[in-house]
């Protein structure tokens, strides 16, 4: 099993964290994308509008439907803020039979602030890092082929595979680079759509259109539990 995480708060999940997922199974192969709800986002002073059961919840009913998405509970089963590196950790024992490292999928507006993360310079250990477009359009890589530096090899490093650059590896990708503080990653070139949790949750209160930008069974959800009023 390849295996890729999409962690993030989901409140509400809506489909730009869908197609990113899909996006990511298509294009790098990976068999198995967990999306993973955030108990306390260290970058955020709380989730509201909603508990971390309902936020499950919502994440359950978006992905029931396709066999490759699961929702991993880790984070809200350890409560306490949510760091990456410990659902790597937990992840990496959780499934050792899996292909390789885990993918890390994260939106190219975290990428900036990656090296400020809780142990950051440890998360290729356990991860290959897969950037895709959320609010730039398209990510210019330093360098489409250039190798990765040795932080970003499989955990053995002792087969060829382990061995190749991020791009010999992981397909689908459109360039590599690396954060200023040595951080490496690859991108990939999903759909944009211009919308956010955040704004999400502005339109319920403000009482504009926001159906079409959640799963069908999400929006129920969300209204039959007056979510975000």
Known sequence: MR???LGGSYNPIHIGHLLL???VCRSCGYDTIAFIPAFLSPFKDGHTGC???DRVAMVQLAIADNPAFYCECCEIE???ISYTIDTLRFLAEKYPQREGKIG??????????????HEAAHLTDYADIIVG????GGITAPDPIAPISSAARHESGNTPESRAPLPQRIGGYTGTGVSAGGIPYITIA??????????IRAAITEKKAWRYLVPPAVYTYIIEHNLYE
């Open 3 to 5: 295996l890729a995480v």
């Open 21 to 23: 997922a899909e996006t």
């Open 51 to 53: 508990s971390p059961d």
């Open 78 to 80: 350890r409560q306490g």
């Open 104 to 117: 890390l999928v994260m939106g190219d507006d975290l990428l900036a602030g990656l090296d400020s993360w």
């Open 133 to 136: 477009n959320r609010v730039n």
């Open 190 to 199: 999903n759909a944009l759509l211009p919308v956010s949790s955040s704004s």
